[in-house]
């Protein structure tokens, strides 16, 4: 199996979803926003990129801009959607307060195995569906077990 076949590492996914986002705004990252972004340290983001760049999955070299190819594109989108799921399902079922939803995610949406993902998914639209009052009055009692608890330091 060669290097662009091998599953990232959380650390490769995060460096991966900056770009993203950046690119997003900018049309195109620098190393310094990447490092900015994720506040790292610019040699760590080098390496990332490096290894990004084997992969075929940036657009890099030194001292240039960062896009992300095809491939780049298409797994950074899955990482974002995996993220975005994760952290709507914490808040909008669980009620979970936003920054720990936020972190609880970006922690996730690594380890999540796919099928586990995609039947996450088909949950979450399934029971915010803003058209059932009967799933929606079941949510929100079972949001209500935890009312005027969001700062549990059980969470």
């Known amino acids: 199996m060669d ?3 091998k599953k990232l ?3 490769l996914e995060d460096y991966l979803e900056s770009i993203y986002h950046i690119e997003t705004r900018k049309q195109a990252a620098r ?3 990447i490092a ?6 610019g040699s760590s983001v080098t390496g990332a990129l490096q290894a990004l760049a084997k992969r075929k999955l940036i657009n890099y070299a030194p001292y240039d801009l960062i896009t992300l190819t095809d491939k780049g594109k298409t797994l950074a989108r899955e990482v974002v959607k995996r993220h975005q799921l994760l952290r709507k399902f914490f808040m909008d079922v669980l009620d979970v307060e ?3 939803a ?3 995610a970006c922690g996730m949406e690594h380890s999540i195995p796919l099928g586990i993902f995609e039947r996450l998914i ?5 029971m915010t569906q803003d058209t059932d009052d009967e799933k929606r009055k079941l949510v929100e009692e079972f949001r209500s077990q935890w009312a005027g608890d969001r700062e549990s330091h059980d969470l």
């Open 9 to 11: 590492s959380a650390s």
């Open 102 to 104: 936020e972190k609880a």
């Open 36 to 41: 900015e972004q994720m506040d790292v340290k």
């Open 98 to 100: 936003e920054e720990l």
């Open 3 to 5: 290097k662009s076949q």
């Open 31 to 33: 190393a310094k926003d």
């Open 122 to 126: 088909e949950f979450v639209e399934y």
